[in-house]
Structure formats: C-alpha cells, structure tokens
Nanobody, 118 residues
Framework: QVQLVESGGGLVQAGGSLRLSCAAS????????MGWYRQAPGKQRELVAA??????NYADSVKGRFTISRDNAKNTVNLQMVSLKPEDTAVYYC?????????????WGQGTQVTVSS
C-alpha cells in the first residue's frame, strides 16, 4: 500500500509560477514511476509529467515550462511550474506506479486545484 498526499496548489495569474509537492508513504521502496496528471472540467485526466529512477517524460503542452523532480530519500516528487497559462487550470493528481516484480498497481493522491487567471 502507498499513500500520496499533494500540496502546493492555488490561484496564480498567467505567467506566474507554482510548485506542487507529493509525499509518498507506505511501501515506497517498490515505487517504479511517479508522476503528475491533471484533469480539467469536462476533460479526461491526462499525463503531465512522469519520472522514473533514470528518466523523465513530459506532455508536449508543458515541455520547457514544467520540471518534475524526485527525492528518493524523502519519498517526494515535485512539479515546478513556470510561465503558467489559463489552460493549465485543472486538478492535479500525484500518481505512483508500484510493483515488486509482479503486477503493477497505481496509486493516486486526492488532488490539488491549480487555477491560472488570465
């Protein structure tokens, strides 16, 4: 079992910055991938950024503006967001993919609202 708790959302003007953090607890040793997804009203949840122990992956819409980082010692994953746009407005969810060699399991945080005003 893994528990994820996000923090850092809020309201910001276009062009501003926010930093999201996600703290993982429980069986964190077997977390292979951590990432951030977002869901805007009326839209499907989409991948924003993900990080494994050796690589990162970003949605095209956030490349060059968002940076994902992971602190394995603290079991946290952060998302630094700069040059925010109104279209970045969404609920952001932390995600962890867990496997100890068998089936993979996905865990989700409760979500944190990011609102970018124009």
């Amino acid at each position: 079992q893994v528990q994820l708790v996000e923090s850092g959302g809020g309201l910001v003007q276009a062009g501003g910055s926010l930093r999201l953090s996600c703290a993982a607890s429980g069986s964190t040793f077997s977390i292979n991938v951590m990432g951030w997804y977002r869901q805007a009203p009326g839209k499907q949840r989409e991948l924003v950024a993900a990080i494994t122990r050796g690589s990162t992956n970003y949605a095209d819409s956030v490349k060059g503006r968002f940076t994902i980082s992971r602190d394995n010692a603290k079991n946290t994953v952060n998302l630094q967001m700069v040059s925010l746009k109104p279209e970045d407005t969404a609920v952001y969810y932390c995600n962890a993919v867990w496997s100890n060699g068998g089936p993979q399991y996905q865990y989700w945080g409760q979500g944190t609202q990011v609102t970018v005003s124009s």
